[in-house]
Nanobody
Framework: DVQLVESGGGSVQAGGSLRLSCAASRYMYDNGCMGWFRQAPGKEREGVAAAMRDGRTTYADSVQGRFTISKDNAKNTLYLQMNSLEPGDTAMYYC??????????????????WGQGTQVTVS
């Protein structure tokens, strides 16, 4: 199993920035993928961004150009830099991981391991 621990959430005013981190308990295989999802109250969990170990990334249209996903393979850590935050970005943010081949996934069903989440509130 892989344990994922998120950090970096908080409250920020619209237009501000936050950086989320997700530490994985062990090395993800060469075809490992880690991603960020979010879920607001009363809404379904949605993919935000994901990154393969080989560097390929994908983003949801709603965050393209504002959020940047990055990773430190040596530290087994994933980051999400969130700029120009909007109230609509308010949600619980979850880190997820899986092993997969092919395209970078951004749907929850593709991910096997999940963190506990970190709250992001934009006012």
């Amino acid at each position: 199993d892989v344990q994922l621990v998120e950090s970096g959430g908080g409250s920020v005013q619209a237009g501000g920035s936050l950086r989320l981190s997700c530490a994985a308990s062990r090395y993800m295989y060469d075809n490992g993928c880690m991603g960020w999802f979010r879920q607001a109250p009363g809404k379904e969990r949605e993919g935000v961004a994901a990154a393969m170990r080989d560097g390929r990334t994908t983003y949801a249209d709603s965050v393209q150009g504002r959020f940047t996903i990055s990773k430190d393979n040596a530290k087994n850590t994933l980051y999400l830099q969130m700029n120009s935050l909007e109230p609509g970005d308010t949600a619980m943010y979850y880190c997820a991981a899986t092993v997969i081949w092919g395209r970078v996934p951004l749907h929850a069903a593709a991910f096997r391991y999940w963190g506990q989440g970190t709250q992001v509130t934009v006012s």
